[in-house]
């Protein structure tokens, strides 16, 4: 569990980077990645009870 809370808060970190040099030169891709990171680890604990209730 807190595993996942330090992936989260450095996930939002790296949006929060990204938004920053976005802002300043007009490049996305760290924000993106940040954004990605972020649903991943949002969706993980659901995917993960989904495969165990279907393994089942």
Known sequence: MFAK?????L???TIV????VFISSGDYAIFAIGMIAYFLVAI??????YYN????
């Open 53 to 56: 209730r279907r393994g089942s």
């Open 17 to 20: 980077v990204g938004l920053v």
């Open 44 to 49: 993980s604990g659901n995917l993960c009870t």
């Open 11 to 13: 996930s939002a970190v």
């Open 5 to 9: 809370t330090l992936i989260s808060v």
